[in-house]
């Protein structure tokens, strides 16, 4: 992007500034995108408790274009690029997966729709949803990008997508992702259900800030055919002392509901964490995903490869497997299934997440964004 050479008034320099950054964050990248020839099915990658892993979710960059104060810190130092996977790589790790019963993809981040070229990996993803191989994939993105790529997005056979919104206070809104702008992803939002996607709004419940305003987000969200859907917030990366003091556990979120609405319990299973009630008021649904105070392990049939190809076997633990050498030392996916198939036979039965009060430690050390929420 050519630099301005007249001097411009100080908005039009934070627009140029901004666009500037963006497109830095959106390295070129063009992928030929191979038809798929059917491969021949190898065993399903099941863990040493018997849950068969069906379930991942790729993060395809650690960059964001905004800097929500839970997740990542104002000055992040991001990745070198040839540390990444290209988009080929993500492509080749994802068939690689799915040749081994992998059904549903998510595609996440950082924000995985500022990466340039990204539309490339979802048409060639869409391949596998048309042989059947794959049921679903997904996306969660914070929304900014959304008006540019929802038709696509939609085209490529995506669904359902996940958006996070955490207040509909643009003055929040502004002090919780730092650089969003909230016009701009109900702008998103909207050319979403235009393109037909099915949305869930995601919001982390933050004691002091959006805890006033839940009934406004849960009846904003179902009035508009939304599911609305709470997170506790994680101890992920450095917990400033804001983060404990803003730890808002979901049963007290669940318990003020009840003041107000009837909450029917209900078997709805997305295949995430989530577990849902109706709100007999509104007739939809409200998902809580607690970490902190709920166990869902048990039934956890997922892993998470982040943009480095670093597979996690488990959110909460620091146990990974390097995918990255294997798929770059050799054309054949060999090496690759080895490894895989030895991450797998490591997947712990649980986690241990905890915010230690006293020093105020995180129980893992990682950003949400590098392992991609
Ligand atoms: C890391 S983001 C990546 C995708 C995309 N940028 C977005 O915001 O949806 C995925 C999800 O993780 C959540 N998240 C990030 N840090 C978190 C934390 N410390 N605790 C709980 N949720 C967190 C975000 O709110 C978001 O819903
Ligand atoms: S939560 Fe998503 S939007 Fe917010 S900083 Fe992290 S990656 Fe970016």
Redesign the pocket.
């Known amino acids: 992007m050519a630099k301005p050479t007249r001097p411009i008034p100080v908005p039009a320099l934070f627009m140029w500034a901004h666009r500037a950054y963006i497109e830095a964050l959106e390295e070129p990248e063009f992928m030929n995108i191979p038809v798929k020839t059917a491969q021949p099915l190898g065993q399903p990658l099941v863990d040493p408790f018997g849950r068969a892993i069906t379930y991942i979710r790729v ?1 395809v960059t650690d960059r ?1 274009d ?1 800097r ?1 104060v ?2 990542m810190s104002e000055d992040m130092t991001f990745l070198p690029k040839q540390d990444l996977l290209s988009l080929e790589e993500l492509d080749r790790l994802c068939t690689a997966f799915v040749a081994r019963g992998t059904r549903k993809i998510r595609i ?5 729709l500022v990466r340039r070229g990204i539309m490339t990996l979802f048409r060639s993803l869409s391949q596998h949803l048309d042989s059947g191989a794959l049921e679903e994939v997904t996306v ?4 900014s990008q959304l008006a540019r790529h929802a038709q696509e997005l939609a085209d490529c056979g995506v669904k359902r997508i ?3 919104l ?1 207040t509909l206070d643009p003055d929040k809104f502004k002090a919780v992702t730092r650089w969003g702008d909230l016009a701009k992803v109900l702008e998103g939002i909207d050319a979403a259900q235009k393109a037909g996607l099915a949305i869930k709004i ?3 419940a933050l004691k002091g800030v959006n805890d006033d305003e839940v009934p406004q987000l849960i009846e904003w969200a179902h009035g508009r055919g939304m599911d609305m859907t709470f ?7 450095e917990v400033e002392a804001a ?1 404990v003091d803003q730890y808002w556990p979901l049963t007290q979120l669940r318990a003020s509901l009840l003041d107000r609405y009837t909450l029917e319990d209900i078997d709805y299973q997305t295949g995430g964490p989530a577990r849902y009630v109706r709100v007999k008021e509104t007739g939809g649904r409200v998902g809580f995903i607690t970490p902190l105070t709920h166990n869902f392990c048990e039934g956890c049939n997922r892993v998470r490869v982040t943009c480095t190809g670093t597979l996690y076997m488990c959110l909460g633990q620091e146990d990974a497997a390097d995918l990255r050498t294997p798929l770059r030392s050799s054309e054949s996916n060999e090496a690759l299934n080895a490894v895989m198939e030895a991450a797998i036979a490591r997947k712990p039965k649980g986690h241990d997440f905890i915010i230690d009060r006293t020093t105020r430690q995180p129980a893992v050390g990682r ?3 590098v392992t ?2």
């Open positions: 993060s964001c905004f929500c839970y997740c996440t981040g950082g924000e995985p969660t993105t914070n929304g996940n958006v996070s955490d995601n919001a982390v997170i506790e917030v994680m101890p992920l990366g983060r950003h949400m964004s991609g929420g």
